[in-house]
Structure formats: C-alpha cells, structure tokens
C-alpha cells in the first residue's frame, strides 16, 4: 500500500513565522500535490509538482512556495503565517503525470492554527 | 468552467439501512474520470470509487455503487447496508485525462446511527 506521510499532525504557530509543512510517500510517485481543506469550500490545491524541482501553482498559492529536492518528498512553506492560513493542509501523490488513471493517495492531514 | 457539486452537507442514515449521496458536475470534456472519496475521523482520504466516463456500466465495490447518468451529468454514491463505520465526509471528485488537476466538491458529512 502506498503510504503518504505528513509530519505534524497539529501545529500552532504565530502571526509572521515561516512554517515548513513536510510530506514523504514511499512509492516512487512522481505527483505530488498540497490541497487546502476548509469547511463548504473542499478541497483547494494550492500547488502540485510532477518531478523533482519542478512545481506548478495551483488553485490559491497566493502566501505558500513549495520545494521538491527529492522525489520522495514534497515541503508547503508558508512564508509568513498569517490568521487566514489556519486551515486543515493535505498532501497527496499520484504515480502518473495525468489524472483518471492514477487516484490520489492522500497523507492524513495537517492542522494548522495560525495566531 | 469544470464544477462539482455536492447539494447536501449533512445527510444521516440508520445502521443496515442505504442511502444516496448526491454529486452533479458540469463539463464539456467527453473523456473524463469521477471518483468518490471518503475522509472518516481520521483524517485519512480514501478512495472509494472510480468511474470512467466512456463506460456506461455504473461502477461497484462491495456495498458502494455509484449511478451514473453522463447526460444529466449526476453522479451519485449508493451506500447499501450502512455501517457505523460508513461515519465520514464523503467528496466527490473529477478529473480529465489530459490534467493534473482534480476538482473536489464541498463535500457531505454521513452520519449513521445506532
């Protein structure tokens, strides 16, 4: 089984910190995504990275950056937390560049609260 | 635009008994994918099941089945049977083949009682 895991389970953090939001999968995927998961909006992806050092904005990556150094492992960067960030953070990985075939494999979230 | 929505944010249904949860999408892609994902307590999203646009046959797994109507452009998850353990939010979701991206909707919380 693919497994995706994500490094903190909850963080609480202050107005103006950077704050690192780490994700591993251990199946070689070369997708993987960070999703932002707030009530009645679903699922928002904020970026997603298909190879290591290459990334594409997603829906809302307005105050993230992310960095891909290995295959395995995927970083949000929140450079400078604000309130409007506290939010439940999801990671995901798929093994293939394009959709349909290849379902998400989600890590189990990460809750941030910003103060 | 490709959008999916989910009508019913809370839906309940007694133990042993089915229930239906409700997804509509609109798109203009002819080649396209519709998933169904579960996120029980904790935390952790499950792909439930995957239907392919070009099949006509509606997709099943155990007591999930989905109903399919590409013209109405409905999707919908039957659970047969619930169990207490069915207790989750439940997200419809969409993707093409020629994409990366997938388009969630905002989900359904299911409760199922004793």
């Known amino acids: 089984d693919v497994k995706v895991t994500q490094s903190s389970r909850y963080l609480v953090k202050r107005t103006g910190e950077k704050v690192f939001l780490e994700c591993v999968q251990d199946?070689?995927?070369?997708?993987m995504f960070w999703y932002r998961q707030d009530p009645g909006l679903g699922l928002r992806l904020i970026y997603f990275?298909?190879?290591?050092?290459?990334?594409e904005k997603g829906d809302i990556p307005e105050g993230y950056s992310v960095s891909r150094e290995k295959k395995e492992r995927f970083s949000l960067i929140l450079e400078s937390a604000s309130t409007n960030q506290t939010s439940m953070y999801l990671c995901?990985?798929?093994?293939?560049?394009?959709?349909?075939?290849?379902?998400?494999?989600f890590g189990n979230g990460t809750r941030l609260t910003v103060t | 635009a490709q959008t999916v929505t989910q009508s019913q944010p809370e839906m309940s249904v007694q133990e042993a008994e089915t229930v239906t949860l409700s997804c509509t999408y609109d798109?203009?892609?002819?080649?396209?994918?519709l998933f169904w994902y579960k996120q029980p307590p904790s935390r952790q999203m499950i792909l439930v099941i995957r239907?392919?646009?070009?099949?006509?046959q509606n997709a099943t797994e155990n007591r999930f089945s989905v109903n399919f109507q590409k013209a109405a452009k409905s999707f919908s998850l039957k659970i047969s049977d619930s169990q207490l353990g069915d207790a989750a939010m439940y997200f419809c979701?969409?993707?093409?083949?020629?994409?990366?991206?997938?388009?969630f909707g905002t989900g359904t919380r299911l409760k199922v009682l004793a």
């Open positions: 990275s298909y190879d290591v050092k290459m990334k």
């Open positions: 979701a969409y993707t093409t083949s020629g994409t990366y991206k997938y388009i």
């Open positions: 239907q392919e646009a070009y099949k006509q």
């Open positions: 199946m070689d995927h070369e997708n």
């Open positions: 995901a990985s798929s093994p293939l560049r394009t959709g349909g075939n290849s379902p998400l494999h």
């Open positions: 798109t203009s892609e002819s080649d396209y994918y």
